[in-house]
């Protein structure tokens, strides 16, 4: 009999219960949108309530859009890891290693060259390491000199780490290249883990592994949950990464990857003018053809940012990256790209727009509450017939199809405590104020102080909060004086807001977190029903120095 290839994932069914829910769900919420569309929409209230209708419907499409993606991804598909293919340890080829650097610490860099010296490889001698040093500094140079490897610098910061990386090829000459951030420590099977897919099977562009750390996350520390919540990165790691092994659209994600020499060449080396260059180069690789592969093979440890400010920045980074991608790399014309590889990266983009939505749907129950202008016309009790089953098996079926280790309600607070930042930075790089600056993330720092990214956080979620508890006490009234049960929705509206804001407002008071001593990195930890009162309860919690 004829052997599979490990590398050849077919896509098969979750279990027919999953299966059967996922596609009610998604039935229901077809139906709803199709009912939107025809029966709800106010137009005969005039031209700007009929303009904010349909931009409120065109925010659901594009959310009942997302889900079908997700759908896909997490049901249709196989969602294990490729697995390792077995091949001749003579066969494996050489290998450069890169470790960017700019001006992280002499000790950290050290501790990625010592775990780099430890890789297993059949021999040695095809691995190279090299210290890519865009900082141009004496002890990055004494640092390779005392370790043997490779010290590559330059004299200028052009096009940051894509730059950086670009000028290192220019200087190694191995056929595949290890990326890794200057925090990242590889464990001894990393290269053991990826390079065997670049011998069992041609045009193999990237091997993505994922990104875990050895510290908390800023969700686990400032609410006190290492314990009760996974780090916030690892379900995309874990499941939608592997899924999109089956449409060819992984994402390289910078660090913790092997690429080949040959696929990066086809494309002019990593992508430039993007301050995301990882996402564009990975995606550049594979509408050439070549293929990206993502792994669940944990194979690199790195420091977590857990300090609000670098959080921030780095979230900031990430979406006006995606943004620059969608105006630069002219997606929907890529003729390299398939349908479903489109869809994929599109969705990822557009993913960063969940500030933007989460601002409107706290401005949305107000504006009727206090003013009475309508969104949605249609009858009361028609309406709650269709939106609250689809909304209600979405929004508390997810914790129990996917065994807890995604929470909607824990999306949701990630969401809405980035919201207000997020919306004010992906607007100004959609409308004309473009920021091509490249922010290098502090690691494992904490300021326990007020900053002015923290104060701006507060500002906001504060003003949210208030205007809905006021909006609140309005929809009360009206309820109350004018038996008008229309307002029963943006009562609930409202109320599940000023939960989400409040747990907004703790995190942002949150400046000194709450530590365990018995943190284990990479721990499967899974979303728990307790975590949420465990938030208010934390605020009375001994901290620990």
């Not at 009929?50 to 196989?78: Q, R, S």
Request: glycine share 4%.
């Amino acid at each position: 009999m004829k052997k599979k290839n490990d590398l050849k994932i077919k896509g098969r069914l979750e279990t027919p219960f999953k299966l059967c829910l996922y596609t009610f769900i998604i039935s229901l919420s077809l139906i709803y949108i199709i009912f939107r569309i025809f029966f709800t929409l106010p137009l005969r209230f005039g031209v700007p309530t009929a303009i904010l209708g349909i931009f409120i419907l065109v925010l659901e499409i594009i959310e009942f859009l997302d889900y079908f993606n997700f759908y896909l991804n997490v049901l249709c598909y196989n969602k294990h890891s490729p697995k390792i293919p077995k091949v001749k340890k003579s066969l494996l080829p050489e290998v450069d290693v890169f470790i960017a650097t700019i001006n992280e610490s002499v000790d950290l860099v050290e501790g990625t060259i010592k775990a780099c010296l430890k890789m297993k490889y059949p021999n040695k001698k095809k691995i190279h390491i090299y210290i890519c040093d865009d900082g141009h500094r004496k002890e990055m140079e004494d640092l390779a000199k005392k370790y043997n490897i490779g010290y590559i610098t330059r004299n200028d910061n052009k096009d940051a780490k894509a730059g950086n990386y670009n000028n290192a090829l220019k200087h190694s000459y191995s056929p595949y290249i290890a990326t890794l951030d200057a925090d990242m420590q590889p464990t001894p099977e990393f290269l053991m883990t990826t390079m065997p897919f670049f011998v069992k099977e041609k045009r193999v562009g990237f091997v993505q592994l994922p990104q875990s750390f050895s510290n908390p996350d800023i969700y686990q520390l400032r609410f006190g949950l290492t314990d009760e919540i996974p780090f916030e990165q690892d379900y995309f790691y874990t499941r939608i990464q592997i899924a999109k092994n089956n449409t060819n659209s992984a994402i390289y994600c910078g660090t913790n990857a092997v690429l080949s020499r040959e696929a990066l060449e086809s494309v002019n080396g990593f992508s430039i003018n993007n301050v995301t260059e990882d996402i564009a180069t990975g995606m550049a690789i594979e509408s050439k053809g070549y293929r990206g592969i993502a792994l669940t093979n944990i194979e690199a440890y790195g420091d977590a940012v857990n300090d609000l400010e670098s959080y921030a920045k780095q979230q900031s980074r990430w979406a006006r990256g995606g943004i620059q991608i969608l105006k630069k790399q002219k997606i929907l014309t890529n003729d390299g790209l398939s349908l479903r590889q489109k869809a994929e990266y599109l969705s990822a983009i557009f993913h960063w727009y969940y500030g933007v939505r989460r601002v409107i749907y706290f401005i949305m129950p107000l504006l009727f509450s206090f003013f009475g202008i309508l969104v949605i016309d249609c009858n009361l009790i028609v309406f709650c017939a269709f939106f609250f089953p689809p909304f209600l098996l979405k929004r508390f079926g997810l914790d129990l199809l996917e065994y807890k280790k995604k929470s909607a309600t824990w999306c949701l607070i990630c969401e809405v405590v980035m919201a207000p930042f997020m919306a004010l930075t992906v607007l100004k790089e959609t409308f004309g104020a473009p920021n091509s600056r490249w922010d290098v993330s502090p690691k494992n720092k904490i300021n326990t102080t007020m900053t002015k990214t923290n104060r701006f956080f507060l500002i906001c979620h504060s003003f949210f909060l208030l205007l809905s508890i006021l909006g609140l006490g309005v929809t009360f009234y009206r309820i109350y004086t004018l038996e008008l049960y229309a307002y029963i929705l943006p009562l609930i509206w409202i109320s599940g807001n000023i939960f989400y804001l409040t747990v907004a407002v703790i995190f942002d008071l949150r400046l000194k977190p709450v530590y365990y001593e018995n943190f284990v990195p990479n721990k499967a930890t899974k979303y728990s029903l307790k975590s949420i009162p465990m938030i208010f309860t934390s605020i009375f919690r001994k901290k620990m120095n």
